[in-house]
């Protein structure tokens, strides 16, 4: 089992910055891919970034090169930096990791206004 735990939410201006992270416990050991996804109200769940094993990350169109995804292994922590914010980057947000089975973080709520 392993257990993911979301902070570094919310409210933020646009054009602001905020960084999310993610701490991971439990047999991490298998953990290959490792991912934030998002929800905005009445729009389904999203990627927004993804790392499998030590290739590239990939992002999704609207936030790349405005969003930095990382993970550390040895602080078994996976991190987002979220900069140039917009008001449409307000969702919840989750953290995602796939090994033997898929884990979801209970998400961190992202708010983007003025």
């Known amino acids: 089992q392993v257990q993911l735990v979301e902070s570094g939410g919310g409210l933020v201006q646009p054009g602001g910055s905020l960084r999310l992270s993610c701490a991971a416990s439990g047999s991490i050991e298998s953990i290959l891919i490792v991912a934030w996804y998002r929800q905005a109200p009445g729009k389904e769940r999203e990627l927004v970034a993804r790392i499998t094993g030590r290739s590239t990350p990939i992002y999704a169109g609207s936030v790349k090169g405005r969003f930095t995804i990382s993970r550390d292994n040895g602080k078994k922590m996976v991190s987002l930096q979220m900069s140039s914010v917009k008001p449409e980057d307000t969702a919840v947000y989750y953290c995602?990791?796939?090994?033997?089975?898929?884990?979801w973080g209970q998400g961190t709520q992202v708010t983007v206004s003025s």
């Open positions: 995602y990791a796939h090994g033997k089975s898929s884990y």
